[in-house]
């Protein structure tokens, strides 16, 4: 199952599921989950008891009023439970789609690694924690694990959406499995790490459907700003009509302030439109984050993406394409440009590495030097290892050797050869260049100098530019020396860099700003990256990481790719400006509802206040209809809003501020004055009052 996949307001099923859904939501115990649109829901069933005892001829106001007005906030609370449930119906179709690859299938349980051949058949649903199971080609991983022995290709697609298989072996950041998960080449030996019930899988499911989500600090924080506002406008309305009845009672007329009417006012002024759709909003976002493949274990941490201001972003793979590239053949001691080409391919000949593979091709492309037969007998190539740092062959008598400066060096010293001045100089330069220098040699003496070079990702300079106008500080984390460290970031555009990094730099660094006040986030796939990822604000795993690493961040990356951070940031910048946004523009038609309803209701008393019937509405009655009408389908106008997001734009906080509240602050108090004469004319048009 791919959490990519799109759930648009226009599909049929998602439609009629959360159609189903707003009518199940009228249950109290949902609606007190959400205080503003419990005063709607308590007001729509006031004025249904109000509506029921008029036809016993006991008359707040006229019938038809009365029944207009209670549909009228049915509909509203619907609404409010609709754009809940539409939010929620994306995650519920990637959740059923997930559940449907969970299943109970045969484990073989084996007591250690050295008796394989002793398999106990059990049921994955048996597994504990701590069992072990071989996983053979063509079998699904009955739970989530650690391979501690072997290395296999792993289907993921069922996770991820992946078709491609990838490689999972012991030892290494990639040893990590996932339960439902298939074998497709060799076998492996897993250690079970996860109870069950605790799977991934089922974390998965949990946060994709929303039932594992809580509301965020920030969503708690609003909830109760709009929860006074809501109780000073009930203490507001109480003391309007207490008003009334002293008022009509000294001028000798009629009482013409109903309590339908009041309540019609009380739900127009409360901001019901944010209360209706703050709910959607965080889901929305959660589902935003889905459709980029990524986990998040909180909606806090979607939160904490919006306000990051430091970015940690590993080098390899994030700003440099992970794979360096040979760029120049650097000759020394007189040897001949050709000459240490092609001594370069030969040595390259059996490196399936991409660093290898583009030696071959340097040689080829500026010399026209052809591969060998690597099929002959007297060649014989020598595979590099760690030990050595080197690797090469022996060909028709020669022998040649590649390899990191310093091996090369040794290897020549101790062979009783001379490692010139000419070399070193070469070598210092390239690594001043932010490049990794391949030393040749050739029957013991040195060649020349392979300049590999990172090539840095095409459109990343320009990114971290439009980082630096969001106010977001850009790190890059490498293990290169520091020449070599600062060459690159400063071709990459990052604002500072960590050179050498180790665990504890990592987390130091980190600590460091969190302690200025500043909100870090960063990503990982290694054990030794978990201590920062536990520390960092955002700590994003990757899904191909150690087991350690996915427990110690608060979100996965299921498609592990390090360049996710700075999507994920956006997403959660786009959260927040779409749910300050609505707050604002909900606040704001508060101004026109004001002259759409108070000038209405004290007109019997005060004739003079249809001054300030600026919109010229028919009616008091008409006035107050058109007002909760708007008020009811503004809400499902900004349902495409809250599920899409407000657009996001690279530039500054103060500019963003600005933006919105001149679109939203100024398009609140317009948008209702306009909706509402319109919903005027149309009611008397239709001779509805």
């Known amino acids: 199952m791919e959490l990519k996949t799109q759930t648009s307001l226009a599909d049929k099923k998602t439609l009629v599921r959360a159609v189903k859904d707003s009518f199940i939501k009228l249950k109290p115990k949902t609606q ?69 690859s969970k299943k109970d299938v045969d484990a073989y349980k084996i007591n250690s ?48 959406g992946e078709s491609a298989p990838v490689i999972r072996e012991s030892g290494g950041d990639r040893s990590a499995v996932t339960g439902g998960t298939t ?33 965020t600090p920030n969503e708690k924080a609003l909830e109760i700003f709009l929860v006074a506002l809501s109780i000073i406008f009930i203490l507001v309305t109480m003391s309007l009509y207490t008003y009334s009845i002293f008022v009509s009672k000294q001028v000798g007329v009629e009482n013409p302030t109903s309590i339908t009417t009041l309540v019609a006012l009380l739900v127009c002024l409360a901001p019901t439109t944010i209360g209706a759709l703050l709910s959607a909003i965080g889901i929305a976002g959660m589902s935003r984050l889905n459709q980029a493949n990524v ?14 201001d430091i970015l940690m972003l590993d080098k390899t793979g994030t700003i440099t394409l992970g794979n360096r590239q040979a760029s120049e053949f650097i000759p020394v001691d007189g040897t001949s440009p050709e000459e240490l080409a092609d001594a370069a391919q030969l040595s390259s000949l059996a490196d399936e590495t991409p660093e290898g593979r583009s030696i071959v091709i340097l040689a080829k492309e500026e010399f026209g030097i052809r591969g060998r037969n690597l099929n002959e007998k007297d060649i014989k190539f020598i595979p590099f290892t760690a030990k050595t740092r080197m690797s090469g062959v022996d060909y028709d008598g020669d022998e040649i050797r590649k390899g990191a400066a310093d091996s090369i060096k040794d290897y020549i010293v101790k062979s009783g050869g001379v490692y010139s001045q000419e070399c070193e100089d070469a070598v210092v330069k390239i690594s001043n260049q932010g490049g990794t220098p391949l030393v040749v040699t050739k029957n013991k003496k040195v060649l020349g100098v392979i300049h590999l070079k990172d090539i840095i990702k095409q459109g990343v300079k320009e990114k971290f530019a439009d980082l ?139 004739p003079q206040l249809s001054a300030l019937n600026i919109m010229n509405l028919y009616s008091p009655q008409s006035a107050i209809l058109s007002a909760i009408i708007y008020n009811a389908l503004i809400i499902i106008a900004l349902i495409p809003l809250a599920l899409k997001g407000v657009k996001y734009r690279e530039v500054s906080a103060e500019k963003l501020l600005s933006r919105n509240l001149l679109i939203y602050g100024l398009g609140g108090i317009i948008a209702p004055f306009i909706s509402i004469k319109i919903i005027d004319v149309i009611l008397v048009f239709f001779g509805l009052v």
Do not use: C
């Open 183 to 215: 074998v497709t080449s060799d076998w492996i030996v897993v250690k079970i790490t996860s109870e069950q019930g605790e799977s991934f899988l089922d974390k998965m499911i949990a946060m994709v459907e929303g039932a594992a989500r809580k509301k």
């Open 32 to 100: 007190k989950e959400n205080p503003v649109m419990l005063l709607v829901y308590i007001s729509a069933i006031l004025t249904s008891v109000l509506w029921i005892v008029s036809l016993f001829g006991i008359k707040d106001a006229p019938s038809g009023y009365t029944l207009a007005i209670a549909i009228i906030l049915w509909l509203t609370v619907l609404f409010s439970n609709f754009a809940e449930a539409i939010a929620e119906g994306r995650g519920k179709a990637q959740a059923d789609s997930l559940r449907a």
């Open 295 to 308: 986990l998040a274990m909180s909606g806090r941490a979607i939160e904490a993406a919006g306000d990051v």
């Open 113 to 160: 690694i050295e008796e394989k051949d002793e398999v106990t058949v059990v049921s994955s649903s048996t597994l504990k924690k701590g069992d072990i199971v071989i996983v053979k080609a063509g079998e699904q991983i009955p739970a989530d694990g650690e391979v501690i022995e072997g290395a296999a290709s792993v289907d993921e697609s069922a996770i991820t």
């Open 468 to 606: 630096r106008k969001m106010g977001i500080k850009t790190i890059m984390i490498t293990g290169d020396n520091p020449l070599t460290a600062a060459a690159i970031a400063a071709e990459a555009g990052v604002d500072d860099f960590l050179a050498e990094a180790t665990p504890e730099g990592k987390l130091k660094l980190i600590r460091d700003f969190q302690r200025k006040g500043h909100l870090v986030a960063m990503t990982g796939d290694g054990t030794n990256d978990a201590p920062a990822l536990a520390q960092a604000d955002v700590a994003v795993a990757m899904n191909s990481g150690t087991q350690a690493a996915k427990e110690a961040g608060n979100m996965v990356d299921l498609d592990s790719s390090p360049t996710k951070l700075i999507d994920i940031v956006r997403i959660g910048k786009q959260l927040l400006m779409t749910r300050g946004s609505l707050t604002t523009f909900s606040i704001a038609n508060d101004l026109a509802k004001y002259f759409a309803i108070i000038p209405s209701l004290f007109l019997g008393l005060y």
